[in-house]
């Protein structure tokens, strides 16, 4: 699925409830051509910033019949990743540009500067700049969306992170909006720790449609919280 097609599917993004907020919302995903979702996995990685998305996604997959795939990816090659608080949790591949449509960029670590963490991702300049050169849609979660900052794609544009680093992410050049979620067309990015539910709901009506969603929220029993904010 190529950029061009995410500018189409932007129009659900900014056509307000008579659009994505419409239960006859038509998805622009499908099982003949899925949305490939890869979510980047690292040392320190922030548990509910990454699970939050990858189960939301994955049911939203299922409910779908397979509009939609998810994937967890290391930055290189596969490995156990060990998470902020201790869980391990092997990730069989690596991550390939070409292989995604989406890249979820979870959080954590952000303020152990020596750490594991998202720290590493923004010391990797090799990385940084495979990130910057994607062709997806960028997703950030949390502190996640540093790491987008450091590859200069919040560079003027709008975005939201965790509110302790709302500053380091204005000083960086972003125009910082206080929502729970932002959709900026090719740039999406969440709050604090638990916007990745979200954050992942968002994407979910955005390229499925409202029905399946409702679903996924009535299996999950979690409604979501706060407005996107829309460009």
């Not at 560079?155 to 380091?168: C, L, V, Y």
């Amino acid at each position: 699925m190529e950029r061009r097609t995410f500018l189409r599917a932007s129009a659900l993004s900014v056509g307000g409830v008579g659009a994505a907020g419409a239960v006859g919302a038509a998805p622009t995903a499908s099982a003949a051509a899925p949305l490939r979702v890869q979510v980047v996995m690292f040392d320190g990685v922030e548990e509910q910033d990454w699970v939050a998305p990858v189960e939301v996604l994955s049911l939203a997959g299922r409910a779908s019949g397979g509009a939609l795939t998810t994937t967890m990816v290391t930055t290189g090659r596969p490995a156990t990743v060990t998470c902020s608080y201790g869980t391990r949790v092997e990730v069989a591949r690596g991550w390939s540009p070409h292989e995604a449509d989406v890249l979820v960029v979870p959080g954590g670590g952000y303020a152990d500067q020596a750490g594991p963490g998202v720290r590493r991702l923004i010391a990797d300049q090799q990385f940084l700049r495979r990130l910057a050169a994607a062709d997806v849609l960028h997703v950030g979660i949390c502190t996640g969306v540093m790491v987008l900052s450091a590859a200069g794609l919040t560079r003027g544009r709008n975005a939201t992170t965790h509110t302790a680093a709302r500053a380091d992410l204005a000083a960086q050049g972003a125009t910082v909006v206080n929502a729970r979620v932002v959709d900026d067309g090719d740039l999406v990015t969440g709050g604090g720790i638990t916007s990745g539910l979200d954050v992942a709901l968002w994407l979910a009506e955005r390229f499925l449609g409202a029905r399946v969603t409702q679903r996924v929220e009535t299996i999950l029993e979690y409604e979501r919280r706060g407005t996107v904010w829309r460009a």
